[in-house]
Structure formats: structure tokens, C-alpha cells
């Protein structure tokens, strides 16, 4: 399997909303509602924000919400904060799992 | 309270041996899969297998089957990841995560491991 293909880096402003995409196939994003979402703050464990797509564990904020359309799911934030900078990550189970590359974020 | 502690850093030099470990608490260690993830210096995360200590059926990725070895003892609830011959490259942070109950999805990681192979 090949990782998922994330943008490096996306940005926005404190309030804005910014939109993370996740491009697999149809063997993995495409053919199975189980693309998760993981926070990745610099020299922490990764935290899980979105699971089966859209699915919101229980303490993560309602501004984290998960879309998917064919081979590409998507990660909004809205009303950006300071602490939401970090790395994102996606991933998709198709037998196994696979990761995307990571995306920066930046709130400037 | 879930959690999963991993141990301390590692410095070894090439072609050494190390198993790692992490320790759950706070659940039914036996009731939940776990997965090991590497993450090299700088770069993505990356799935390399994952072990049900229950009856420690393992499965692994093809990209780290034949290079690493996970195992658990579920009698002190510790899942292992190890090498028998360590190179360079392995040099990473090694992730333990819990496979949520029926998802498909890691609920709760450890801390991590680094672990640095370096003549």
C-alpha cells in the first residue's frame, strides 16, 4: 500500500476554517468508511481526533469535523485556534492500515 | 484510566539487538489489539504490525515483515517490539497504540521510544 497523499502545509487565521484533504484509492479511502485523523503537537504522541470518517472521540471539540467524497476525505477545523497548530495526520484501514505524508499547520 | 506506557530511550550501535515495550493499564489488556508505528526523524507516521495479546495472533506490514519482531506477555499486560540485528536506519521514535474495541482506528498511544542506532 502506498501513503496517502496529504497537502505539506495549510494555514489560516485565529477564527478561520481550514480544510485538510487525504487522497487514497479505491482499495483504501475509497473503499472503506474507517479514515481516521490524528494531532500531532512537536515532540508528543499522536491523538486521535476523527474516526470512521466523521466520528468525533469523546472530548475533542466540535470545531474538528471529517468528510469523505470517493477517494478523498477531508478534516475541517473551524474557528482556528492557537493550540490546533500542529501536524495532521490520516489514515485509512483496507486489510491494514496506511498513513498520509502529514500535513503542517500553521495558525498565523 | 487507558494508558500505555512505553519504555525509556535506546542507544545502540549497528548490528546490536533490543525489544521495547509497552505496558497497558486501565482496560482488559487481552480484549484489545495492539499496533506498534515508527516515525523517523522529521517524517510521517508509518503502520509496521500489530499483535492481539489475547492469543497473540500477529499480523504485519510488508514493508517490516522478516525485519522486526512484536509479541506480548499478557500475563504483565506488555506488549515487545524487537530487532536482532539493528541498523541505522531504524533509527526512529516507536509508537505502541490500542486498537479501539471493534474499530479500525488506534484510541490511545504511548509515549514513545526512541531509539537511535549510531556507531
Known amino acids: 500500500q502506498s501513503a496517502l497523499t496529504q497537502p505539506r502545509s495549510v494555514s489560516g487565521s485565529p477564527g478561520q476554517s481550514v480544510t485538510i484533504s487525504c487522497t487514497g484509492t479505491s482499495s483504501d479511502v475509497g473503499g472503506y468508511n474507517y479514515v481516521s485523523w490524528y494531532q500531532q503537537h512537536p515532540g508528543k504522541a499522536p491523538k486521535l481526533m476523527i474516526y470512521d470518517v466523521s466520528k468525533r472521540p469523546s472530548g475533542v471539540p466540535d470545531r474538528f469535523s471529517g468528510s469523505k467524497s470517493g477517494n478523498t476525505a477531508s478534516l475541517t477545523i473551524s474557528g482556528l485556534q492557537a493550540e490546533d497548530e500542529a501536524d495532521y495526520y490520516c489514515?485509512?484501514?483496507?486489510?491494514?492500515?496506511?498513513f498520509g505524508g502529514g500535513t503542517k499547520l500553521t495558525v498565523l | 484510566e487507558v494508558q500505555l506506557v512505553q519504555s525509556g530511550a535506546e542507544v545502540k550501535k549497528p548490528g546490536e539487538s533490543l525489544k521495547i515495550s509497552c505496558k497497558g493499564s486501565g482496560y482488559s489488556f487481552t480484549s484489545y489489539w495492539i499496533g506498534w508505528v515508527r516515525q523517523m526523524p522529521g517524517k510521517g507516521l508509518e503502520w509496521m504490525g500489530i499483535?492481539?495479546?489475547?492469543?497473540?495472533?500477529?499480523r504485519y506490514s510488508p514493508s517490516f515483515q522478516g525485519q522486526v519482531t512484536i509479541s506480548a506477555d499478557k500475563s504483565i499486560s506488555t506488549a515487545y517490539l524487537q530487532w536482532s540485528s539493528l541498523k541505522a536506519s531504524d533509527t526512529a521514535m516507536y509508537y505502541c497504540?490500542?486498537?479501539?474495541?471493534?474499530?479500525?482506528?488506534?484510541?490511545?498511544w504511548g509515549q514513545g521510544t526512541l531509539v537511535t542506532v549510531s556507531s
Open positions: 499483535i492481539y495479546p489475547g492469543d497473540s495472533d500477529t
Open positions: 489514515s485509512s484501514y483496507a486489510g491494514s492500515w496506511v
Open positions: 497504540a490500542r486498537l479501539a474495541v471493534a474499530g479500525h482506528h488506534f484510541d490511545y
